[in-house]
T-cell receptor, first 115, second 114 residues
């Protein structure tokens, strides 16, 4: 079984400031790691994912996340946030076991960007 | 446009009155699933389907039913809704059951059971 911990339920930050959203996971099997973003009144959409290879993965809108196996972490960062980044961010994993493509989600981090 | 659609988007009902939430995808995806989102709990999987006529329980299946008679549709059925099923529901689909696949989510259905 897998579990995901997002310790910060809310992160307020000023526009153009850097931000880090923390994600830690536990699993007895290998995992793939994902960050999904949920804008107000919308469904979730993929932001980025780590499958293998380089431990640093990037999204098209400036976010990046680094897979750290020893610390079982997959923190999300952005060097300079914009007001449009205000959303809820979910870290998720899929464990490489049977049962299909089930995502195990963290409880989410609400990022609020202020002017 | 490639998308997952859900209907209705908002629903208020009373305890015990059967309801169905529809989900449809136009991407020819094999894998579909239902999640519920509750404050402080994130999203939890209710049921999933690997293909037509193949469904299985997720983490929180009690009180729900599903069917997969066609590849594009995956309705969620609440035979006798109860107040603890008040939640935000999301349907999702992916190309295959592969763990690396990106899942595409519908816009959500907000359900209130009185």
């Amino acid at each position: 079984a897998q579990s995901v911990t997002q310790l910060d339920s809310q992160v307020p930050v000023f526009e153009e400031a850097p931000v880090e959203l923390r994600c830690n996971y536990s699993s007895s099997v290998s995992v793939y790691l994902f960050w999904y973003v949920q804008y107000p009144n919308q469904g979730l959409q993929l932001l980025l994912k780590y499958l293998s290879g380089s431990t640093l993965v990037e999204s098209i809108n400036g976010f990046e996340a680094e897979f750290n196996k020893s610390q079982t972490s997959f923190h999300l960062r952005k060097p300079s946030v914009h007001i449009s980044d205000t959303a809820e961010y979910f870290c998720a994993v899929t464990g490489l076991t049977g049962g299909g493509n089930k995502l195990t989600f963290g409880t989410g981090t609400q990022l609020k960007v202020e002017l | 446009e490639a998308q997952v659609t859900q209907n209705p988007r908002y629903l208020i009902t009373v305890t015990g009155k059967k309801l169905t939430v529809t989900c449809s995808q136009n991407m020819n995806h094999e894998y579909m699933s239902w999640y519920r989102q509750d404050p402080g709990l994130g999203l939890r999987q209710i049921y999933y389907s690997m293909n037509v006529e193949v469904t299985d329980k997720g983490d929180v299946p009690e009180g729900y039913k599903v069917s997969r008679k066609e590849k594009r549709n995956f309705p969620l059925i609440l035979e006798s809704p109860s107040p603890n099923q008040t939640s935000l529901y999301f349907c999702a689909s992916s190309l295959s059951r592969g763990h690396q696949e990106t899942q595409y989510f519908g816009p959500g259905t907000r359900l209130l059971v009185l």
